[in-house]
Every structure is written in structure tokens, then in C-alpha cells.
């Protein structure tokens, strides 16, 4: 994959689950790629400055998908936006980038205001036009079961928050520690969900949400960004 970067040679390469080794950091700054990494504590935020990367995500407790912590066996203080934003602004010299939980422009002025000098969106575009989001995703995303939100390592053994079903009540009945390791459970999860699909059973889903689902939209991403830059102006 590094060698693939390398090629290519994107404007922006973002690492989550930690930091990679100095000399991959190095290779890619090198090629003139703008590194991000995601942090979920103020520790991680340093030791993502130390290593010369160009800007953290501060990511917190709130966000959908899969939490970006360093080690998921460590004690997780479970920081939530407003909060790991300010600690991280005020901890490291490197720009901040602030996300979970970020729906629309209000939330994005709210994060500059605390100092951030973006916000990372992903569940506001879920619903897009160009997401690969099936439709069992997108009828549970605009559904009374997207204001119940989980954090759960069922599925790849990480934490990960989702829309709570059939899939989480499964996890939450195992012992915690007999989920296998990625991607062995996750690649069973998803032929799970693809059998149960196919009998019309969509509650095995890994419905990746944050806990502003309920606000998600749909319309084409373009759209959206538009109307994320006229709330913003408007906050
Ligand atoms: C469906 C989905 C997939 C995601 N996949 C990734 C990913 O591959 N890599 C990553 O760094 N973050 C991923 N994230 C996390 C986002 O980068 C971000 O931290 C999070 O979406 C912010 O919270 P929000 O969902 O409440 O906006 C994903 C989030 C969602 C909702």
C-alpha cells in the first residue's frame, strides 16, 4: 500500500488505529503528501505531533465508525468533541481538525470557534448520492433506530459506533475477549449480513453512524457542501 502512495501520491494521506513507522512518515512526507492522524486523547495528539505529521483529527466519542484509538486494550476516557477539541488545541502546535458528531454548518462554526481549523464529517454523507450506502443502511439511517447509536468492538474487534440491532444484541450477548481478532470476525459479519439480505432481514448491517444520525440529508455530496458553507456563514 505505501508503495502504491508513493505512485500516486495523494494530496492527503490520514492514518487511523496509531502511527506508522518514522520511515513510512518520512517516505511520504517526502513525496510532498499532507499527513493527518486520528487522535482520541491528548496523548495520542502528541505523540502524533512528535512524529511530525501535519495535522491531528481530534476524533471524539460521539463519531461513527471505527474509534481511531492508539491501543484498544488501554483504559478509554471516552472524550467527546467539545472537550477533546479544546484539550488538543490548546496541546499541540499542529493545525486540529475536529469530528464526530458534526452534521451541519452550525456544528462545523461551532468547532472553529473551539479553535479547530476544520471539521471531519462522515456520517452527514452516508445518505449522499455517490455513498455506496445500501438501502437497508439508508432506511435505518433516516429511521427512529439512528438515535441509537452503540459502541461496539463486535464486528472487527475495535470499538466502532453504530446503529444498535440485531448484530450488536448478538455482540453484547458474548463474553467480552471471544470476538475474534480483524478481520476474522469482520469478514464473518459481513457474510452474515449478506445471507440474512438475502431472506430481506437487513438487521445484521454494520451500520456505521455517529450520534447526529438523526440529522443526516440526502442529496448529491456537491449539494451538500454547498449547503454545509451556507450554514456555516449563516452560524
Ligand atoms: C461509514 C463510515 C466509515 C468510516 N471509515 C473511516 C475510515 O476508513 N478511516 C478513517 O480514518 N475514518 C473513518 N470513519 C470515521 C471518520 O473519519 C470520522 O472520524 C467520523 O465519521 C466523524 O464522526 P461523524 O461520523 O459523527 O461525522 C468512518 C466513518 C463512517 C461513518
Known sequence: MLRMLLEERPAV?????????????????GAGVFLLATATNLSEARA???????????QGFEAGGHR????????????RTMALTR????????????????????????C?????????????FVACDESGADAGYRSALFGEESRHTVMTTAISGRPARRIANHFTALGDSLD????????VA????????LAAKETGETGFGAYWVGQGAPLARSMSAAALVAELRFEMAIA
Do not use: E, N, W
Not at 18 to 27: E, F, K, N, T, V
Not at 186 to 193: F, Q
Open 186 to 193: 469482520y469478514d464473518a459479519g459481513k457474510a452474515l449480513h
Open 13 to 29: 494521506v490520514s492514518f487511523h488505529f496509531g502511527l506508522p513507522a518514522a520511515d513510512r512518515i518520512g517516505a511520504l512526507r
Open 112 to 124: 472553529l470557534r473551539l479553535g479547530a481549523g476544520a471539521a471531519q464529517l462522515g456520517t452527514a
Open 68 to 79: 481511531g484509538c492508539f491501543d484498544p486494550a488501554a483504559p478509554d476516557d471516552a472524550l
Open 176 to 183: 467480552a475477549g471471544t470476538v475474534p481478532s480483524y478481520p
Open 48 to 58: 502524533i505531533a512528535a512524529a511530525r505529521i501535519d495535522g491531528v483529527v481530534a
Open 87 to 110: 484539550l488538543v488545541v490548546c496541546g499541540v502546535t499542529i493545525p486540529v481538525i475536529a469530528a464526530g458528531g458534526i452534521m451541519d454548518g452550525a456544528g462545523i462554526a461551532a
